[in-house]
C-alpha cells in the first residue's frame, strides 16, 4: 500500500467586498503604472528628434572654386515630370560630384553649389 501524506485543509472565508476591493485597486495602480511609464504618445515616438538636427542647409559662402562649363554640362537634370525618378537623379548627381571634385573643397559645398544647376524647368521654380 503506498504511502500518502496528509494535508491539513483550512477554510479561509473569504470576504467578497474586500475581494473586489483589491482587483479594483490593483486595476487602478497598473492604468497608473501605464500612463505615468507612457508619457510621450505613438506619434511623438514616430517623430524624429530634432533636438540635434539643424534647421537649414548651411553654405559655407566662404569657399570659392570655379565651376567649370564642361562640369556644368556633365549634370543630369531634373525636370521636376511625373516620369522623373528623384532617387535617380540625386544617385546620378553625387556620382558626377564625385567624379570631379576640386581639390581642398568639401564634396558637400560642392554639391551644395551646383545642385541647383541640375534642375530645369517646374523643378527650378
Known amino acids: 500500500m503506498p504511502v500518502t501524506r496528509s494535508i491539513n485543509k483550512i477554510q479561509v472565508q473569504v470576504d467578497l467586498e474586500i475581494e473586489n ?8 495602480a497598473r492604468i497608473i503604472t501605464m500612463v505615468v511609464e507612457r ?16 534647421l537649414c542647409i548651411n553654405i559655407d559662402n566662404n569657399v570659392n572654386f570655379k565651376r567649370k562649363s564642361g562640369f556644368i554640362h556633365l549634370l ?4 521636376g515630370l511625373a516620369g522623373e525618378d528623384p532617387h535617380t537623379h540625386i544617385k546620378e548627381f553625387h556620382m558626377v560630384c564625385v567624379g570631379m571634385k576640386p581639390n581642398g573643397v568639401d564634396e558637400e559645398q560642392v554639391k551644395l553649389k551646383t545642385f541647383p544647376f541640375s534642375l530645369k524647368g517646374a523643378a527650378n521654380a
Do not use: I, S, V
Open 76 to 79: 543630369p537634370t531634373f525636370n
Open 39 to 54: 508619457q510621450q504618445t505613438l506619434k511623438e515616438l514616430a517623430a524624429p528628434n530634432m533636438e540635434n538636427q539643424p
Open 21 to 28: 476591493t483589491l482587483r479594483r485597486l490593483r486595476k487602478e
